[in-house]
């Protein structure tokens, strides 16, 4: 069974910082590119950000290139979301996703498993 727990989520001002966490259970992160996805209110899923296995390629959406940086500990199954700078249009659910390729995947359809989701709320 694969889990993804994702954590770190809050409220924060715009301008803020927060650390997303996402913890996988082992056979679910050994070998596998890691994405971020982020879901506004009656807005699509989109993606955020994601991580090939080794950290060697790394694929950001253009909103949050140069604020968000994205990294993984595989000792420790856990993939990170930095988020600098928040503006009030990041406030969304975050999901962790499990890629089904091995490379910095962009499609929700090349991810397999998904967490629950983090809420991050930036206030004006």
């Known amino acids: 069974q694969v889990q993804l727990v994702e954590s770190g989520g809050g409220l924060v001002q715009a301008g803020g910082s927060l650390r997303l966490s996402c913890a996988a259970s082992?056979?679910?992160?050994?070998?596998?590119?890691m994405g971020w996805f982020r879901q506004a209110p009656g807005k699509e899923r989109e993606f955020v950000a994601a991580i090939t296995w080794t950290g060697g390629r790394i694929s950001y959406a253009d909103s949050v290139k140069g604020r968000f940086t994205i990294s993984r500990d595989n000792a420790k199954n856990t993939v990170f979301l930095q988020m600098n700078s928040l503006k009030p249009e990041d406030t969304a659910v975050y999901y962790c996703a499990r890629s089904s390729v091995d490379y910095a995947a962009v499609l929700m359809t090349e991810y397999d498993y998904w967490g629950q989701g983090t809420q991050v709320t930036v206030s004006s």
């Open positions: 082992g056979r679910a992160f050994s070998r596998y590119a």
